[in-house]
């Protein structure tokens, strides 16, 4: 090979280096460019990905949490009914003891019912109906409970004694027609009387 042509092919094979070194260094930029974007971009995934399991733990942990304060909540609730009604089933057995008993307390309070039923109605002609053990207690007393209806009403009361009842204590009124009762037992008056004493007991037992 002559001098000239070597120096042709010398200077060919050093261009030839110099675009394949500047491609080699185009292509490692090239290379670090999309590594680059790909780690960036598995970042934000993974970050995307840490979020969402974030939210939704979060979310989870809101829903674990109000759960349990409406099952606290109900819990109390029950709780405190279960009181309410203990409360009452007590008074009701006192009631029925009194009302089993001689005691004077119990006389003057049948009186008292029988006279409010009979008011009620507005006096005249009625029925009175008592448990058996009841009737001697008040048999005595009929004359002075027509007198205060008849006070209370304006109108001349007459009371007969009418059937026995099945009941803790208390009466029944009604017209002798039938056409108008009033129920004065004490189950009747503590079913009445449940709903606006139980906010009652319970201002009382959870103060």
Do not use: H
């Not at 292509?27 to 995934?45: H, N, R």
């Not at 009181?83 to 006192?94: G, N, Q």
């Not at 009371?159 to 029944?172: C, S």
């Amino acid at each position: 090979m002559s001098a000239g042509t070597e120096k042709i092919v010398s200077s060919i094979m050093s261009d030839a280096q110099i675009k394949a070194e500047s491609i080699l260094a185009e292509a490692e930029k090239e290379k670090e460019s999309i590594l680059s974007e790909g780690e960036a971009q598995a970042v934000a995934e993974k970050e995307k990905i840490l979020e969402n399991a974030e939210k939704q733990a979060q979310m989870r942990y809101q829903q674990i949490i109000s759960e349990a304060k409406m099952n606290s909540r109900r819990m109390e609730l029950e709780a405190r009914e279960e009181v309410i009604e203990e409360a009452f089933k007590k008074a009701e057995d006192k009631l029925k003891e009194l009302a089993s008993s001689d005691a004077s307390e119990y006389k003057t309070s049948l009186e008292k019912v029988i006279i409010e039923a009979g008011t009620e109605i507005g006096g005249g002609d009625m029925v009175v109906l008592v448990k058996e053990s009841d009737v001697t207690k008040i048999k005595s007393s009929i004359p002075s409970i027509e007198k205060s209806i008849s006070d209370k009403t304006g109108t001349p009361t007459k009371l007969e004694m009418g059937e026995n009842i099945n009941t803790i204590g208390g009466a029944i009124l009604k017209t002798k027609n039938g056409e108008i009762e009033v129920n004065n037992t004490i189950e009747a008056r503590m079913l009445r009387f449940k709903k606006s004493l139980r906010s009652e007991v319970a201002g009382i037992l959870f103060k």
